[in-house]
Structures are given as C-alpha cells and as structure tokens.
C-alpha cells in the first residue's frame, strides 16, 4: 500500500508544461491582494499538475506570507504543500504547524489527518474524535470530499469494507462540487490502490478508468501515463507479464518531456521485473540498470536499494554470483539506513539463496531465520512462507531432514491447489530420507528391533491372506458403486444438457421476437413515406439525410439484434437514430434526451441488444407525445449495484389513457408484448449470469393521468 500511495501523490505533482508568464501577467494586473492570493493558489495548484520544477519555489515564497491569507486559503496551500512533499518524498516546505491554523482546529485537524492517509499509517484518536465531532462545521464541499475520504481510510483498520466504500462514494459526490480539482485525482487513485490490495482487480480497472477519463478530460499528459501504468501494474500483479510490460512501455513512451523523473524510474523498473520474471535476464538487467540511473540522479535512496536488490537477483538467476552478491551488499547499506524491513526480509531471502548456490548452508541459514523474522514482525505473509521453502531447502542440504520435513509442510499448507501435487512429491522425497535415517539408527542401535520388523513382515502376510476374500467382496461392491455412479452423472449430463438446449431455444426464439418487433411494418412503411414526402417536394437535402439514416438505423438492427451483448454506444446510436426518424416522422412535436449520469465510458460497456426501443416506440405510439404539449422523452443510464440502469420518462397522456383507447381499438395484445419479451429476455440472463435484473413500469401522476416511467436494470461487461 505504501509504494502505490507513494506513486499516485507523485502524480499530483507533475504534469504538462505550464505557460508561467499567465499567471505572472493575471498575478500583476490583480487590483488587491486577496485577488494576488489567489492567483497564487491557483498557480501552485495548477503547477503541481503541470510544471512540477517551480512548486517548490513557490511554496517556499508563500511560506513567509501565511498571515495574508485565509483559513481557506492557508488550508489549501498546506494541502498542496502535502501533495508537493509526498510527490517528491522529501519533508513539507510547509509544515502544517507553520501555516498559521489554529491548532486542532477544524482545517488542522483535517491536514494532520490526510498526512496520516498519504503515510499510510491510522489516524490518531484524539484528532479523528475531534473531526467527527465537528463533522457539521464542514461547509466547503472538498473539506467534506477530505473528510469522507479520511472516514474511508481509517475504516480500512477496522476491516470494514461495506462501511469504507459508503465513504468511497460520499467522498466522490462532493469532490465533484470541489474547486480542487486534485481532491477528485486524490480519491480515484486511493479507491483504484484499494482495490488493488483487496485483488478486486475488476474494480481497481473501474475505478482507474475513471481516474484516466478524468486525467483525459483535464488534458493531464502524466495523469495517463500513470494510469496506463497502474493497468500494466494489475496485470503484473495477476502474472500476465507481457500485457503488463505493453502497459508500461506505453506509459514510459508517455512520460517523455514531462520531466516524471521517480515515475520512468518506477516504471523501467517494473519493465525489468517483468522481463525477470519470463526468465528474460539480460533485458531485466538492462531496465534494472536504466532505473538506477533515476534513482541516482534525484537521490532517491528507498529505490536506489530496490533496485540493486532485483538488479542482484536477475545477476543470480544469470549465474553471474559475483555481482548478485555485490548488488545484494549494495541493496543492504540502504535498507539499513532507511530500516525498511519488508525489503530487508526480502534481501535475505535473496542472500540466503546465494549463500546456498555458492554451497554455505549454515550462513543460508542463518540469514533466511533473518528473513523469516521480518516477515513475521511485518505480517508479509507470502514472503513468510516462500521463506519457509527455501528453508527447507536448506535444512535437506544440511542432512536435517525432519526439520526440512517440517517447514516443507508449512510451507505446503499455504500453496493453492495448482501447487498441490509438486508440492506433495517434495514432501514425500523429504519424508523418505526422515524414514531412511530412522531405519538407519535403528539397524544401528537395536538389532532386536530387526527381528520384530521381520516378525510383523510374516504377521501382516497372513493378515493379507486371511483378507483377500473380504478384499474381493470390496471390489465388486466399489465396482458397482462405480458404474451408479457414473449412471448418475451420465443422466445428471444429459438432464443439464436439455435444459441447456431449451433455454438456448428459448433465446433464438426470443432474438426471432425481437428482431420482428424492432423491423415494425407500420414503422417501415411510415419511414419509406416520409422519404416519398421529401422526394415529391424535391427536397433531396432532407430525404438523403432521411435515408442514411434510416438506413443506418436497419443495418445496425440487423447486425446486433442477434448478438447477446453489444456496446453501450452502438444501444445509444441505435436510439438517436429512432427518435430522430419519429421526430422526423411527428414532424418535431417532441423532444428527447438522453443522460450519461455516471460519465460512462460508452465503447468500454457491454449490455444486451435493444432492451428500450419497444418501450421508446410505446411511449411515442401510446402516449401520444406528439399530441401532447411540449412532449417528451428523457432517458437516463447510470451503474448501481453491478446493474446498468436505464430510467425511461415521458409525459405523455399516461397508462390508463393509454388503456382505454387500447380497449376501444383492441390493441390491449401489442401493448404486453414488449413487456412480455423484455421480461422474459432478463429472466434468462438472471439466470445465467446469476444477476438481479428487472424491470418496472411506474406512473409519475398517481392517478394515471400523465407521463410514465419505466425502469430496465440489466446487467453488463466491462469490454477489457
């Protein structure tokens, strides 16, 4: 969690070059000094996004001036000065105790909280009793966003999870009302880490696209490249290590004259450890080696030792022992320094591995107890029971089997199934040689017990005699238990199997329905009418436009109708493309809109095909929206609860209108049959993908009078 929090607050402070001389000019023609102050807020915090070589001088130059400004000013000038210090790993230029704020006060509190959050360490009692006491005093939208985020990070201690993502989204809904806009960059980049950590991988992506877009919108050259790096640090951290190491050279490739000095670090050296570990050392040596370089050149001492550390195992796997040893030695003169003892672990499990390739166990062994030790104190688990196997390893070559028998099987009670039966042979090598040095001391010591061994050899012969009749009775007995067993299965398989074809029957047929109620006679024939219209008042203009897209709107039908999913922004054109055929058609008597709530990335979406044009079409044809007075039709699509929801509400003459003229002109059949196809088109994706999808048709009169609104929550796929 430290090294990812580290790399999203050093986005904070980088970004485009940014032009100073328009801040230099709004900052000399500003009439006052309240208007001076802020500009110069302004241009911190634009620069901490764009040009990070200037933040430090200006952080440096307000830091005599704290009194000019306001409780609101001196708060966000030490957040940025936060963002600032823990972008470029170096203390505060300004402390929060030199800001001038009253200490403990409502503002103070908030920054000593959030410098807990980018520490990643709990926030104190005492200063988030007081914050939660004074939660009411919070007015300013991104002192809210903070506080719900700060709410969120405390709550992850406490295992939480349903609680923290509450705060996850109360954090987010005021950090869009907040003229911050690195509160939003902040809380996308604290979410997608979390994620990451739960390996909720298919959140983390969410949430990191989201952060992306955002970083798009705001033209945020570096924020891309982060984000790119992120995905390709997912995929590292799933093992696809050359999807991953395309992600980070498309994000080193997007680093280029933004000056990301500790970012193309981190990023060659995730390069490296990608090649490391397909086994490709000399280009994980050669990236290892390009980082270093970085880390040298801003003085970055907790890389510099990361670094030389995987340098040093890439040189072992390499068989070059030498330098591995000399890299490893190198890696240690600053981990003791900066007492990092996660990494400290790993550096003597990597030494322990060396000290046994150049055949000195007992020195292996002392420095993976080392190892084991850290890893123990520090709760790293998986570094904890890879030690346990090299451990092992170690006590086999010093001829102490039962002991490399017993951390074998520790390390064993971890692994997964996959590793299960590797696993098992090792155990069984180890328990033979344990076996084998028992015997041994027994044939030496006891003779008699030689004798007894051949006594209970002759005991068990005329035990195995004595059975095999009972043996034989087993064997048909299992025999048959077999052959009704698999009976069963073969029955179960062909039961499932029907179903299967049934429900698949189910779907064609379903496809066949809705495909006939999309290609409407009556709206084909109104369609190729208007075209005539248009092409007896030699309006070729209109009736070509008409035609294009009308003929667009059939082709996309055609192409989709029969697919089971299609991207969110093929459903969207296909509804564009049929309201503005029927406006054309009511010749401009309604309007519609169509709402993006959640700012979804549309081309990345996947739903099942035309689940809204019948109820579209039935508005338009039932609730006479072209009769009615500035008629209209307005939908909504947003994420909820793993469900893409689309809200349908028009103001047409209502359901029970609609009704009654149905009666009159018995079309009561049409009216169900969308309702009908569309239930039963979710119903069958409820059950198989195991979702909660329905669908409700609501008046928004009571009395039926006017309008209605029809809910469709459908699940979907995130197009990877």
Known sequence: MKFLTLIFSIFLSFGIYCNTDDFRSKYY??????????????WIGYSLQNNH???????????????????????????????????????????????????????????????????GIPVKELIFRNLKQKHDDLKTADKKALYALISAHQTSFTAQVNDMEKHFVEALKHAKRSHINLISSAIFKYISNFYI???????????????????????????????????????????????????????????????????????????????????????????????????????????????????????FLNNNLNLAERNYN?????????????????????????SLEKENP??????????????????????????????????????QYKEAHFYLEKYTAYQDSLNIQRTQERLAELSELYQAEQKEKRILGQEKEIKEQANEKL???????????????????????????????????????QEKLKKRQREIELKQTLLRSQMNPHFIFNS??????????????????????????????????????????????????????????????????????????TSSVL????????FIENALEHGELNKVKDGKIRITYKIENDLLIFVIEDNGIGRQAAEEKKDKSNLKQHNSMAIDITNSRIELLNDKYKKAGFLSIQDLNENGEYGTKVTIATLFQINK
């Open 53 to 119: 070589s200037i933040v430090d001088s200006l952080l440096l130059s307000q830091k005599k001036r704290m009194t000019q400004f306001s409780t609101d000013q001196k708060f966000e000038i030490s957040f940025y000065s936060l963002l600032f210090a823990e972008a470029t790993n170096k203390p505060s230029l300004i402390p929060i105790s030199s800001t001038k704020l009253k200490p403990y006060s409502l503002e103070y509190n908030l920054l000593k909280a959030y410098q807990s959050c980018l520490n």
């Open 528 to 601: 190729m009418s208007i075209i005539q219209s248009y092409i007896y008042d030699n309006d070729l203009t209109n009736s070509s436009k008409f035609l294009v897209n009308f003929s667009r709107l059939i082709r996309l039908i055609l192409e989709n109708s029969a697919k089971e999913f299609i991207k969110l922004n093929i459903e969207i054109e296909i509804l564009e493309r049929y309201l503005e055929i029927q406006k054309k058609r009511f010749e401009e008597r309604f309007n519609y809109e169509i709402v993006n709530s959640d700012s979804i990335d």
């Open 330 to 354: 190198l890696s240690k003169s600053y981990l003791n320094k900066l007492n990092e003892e996660e990494q400290l672990a790993e550096l003597y499990h990597y030494q322990a591995e060396l």
């Open 362 to 399: 007992l020195k292996a062994k002392k420095l993976i107890n080392k190892s084991i030790e850290l890893s123990s104190n520090n709760n790293n688990v998986i570094e904890l029971y890879n030690s346990y196997l090299l451990l092992s390893k170690i006590s086999k070559s010093l001829h």
């Open 459 to 497: 005991i068990r012969d005329q035990q195995l005699e004595n059975t095999q009749l009972k043996n034989k009775q087993i064997v048909t007995i299992l025999v048959f238990s077999i052959v009704l067993f698999i009976s069963i299965l073969v029955i179960v398989y062909f039961k499932t199997k």
């Open 607 to 614: 739903i099942p095909p035309m689940l809204l044009q019948p």
């Open 197 to 315: 950590e739960q390996e909720e991988y298919e959140k983390a992506v969410l949430y990191n696209q989201k952060g992306l877009d955002l970083a798009t919108k705001e033209s945020s050259r570096f924020g891309k490249a982060y984000h790119t790096f992120i995905l390709g640090y997912i995929q590292l951290k799933i093992n696809n290590y050359i999807k991953a190491r395309d992600y980070f050279k498309s994000a080193l490739e997007m680093c280029k004259n933004i000056e990301a000095i500790y970012l193309e670090g981190v990023i060659l050296g995730s390069i490296g450890k990608s090649y490391e570990k397909t086994t490709q050392t000399k280009k994980a040596i050669n990236y290892y080696q390009k980082a270093l370089i970085y880390f040298y050149k801003i003085e970055d001492f907790p890389g510099i030792a990361s670094i030389h550390k995987d340098l040093g195992k890439s040189y």
């Open 29 to 42: 023609n500003a009439k006052n000094k309240e208007k001076q102050n802020k500009v110069i807020i302004d």
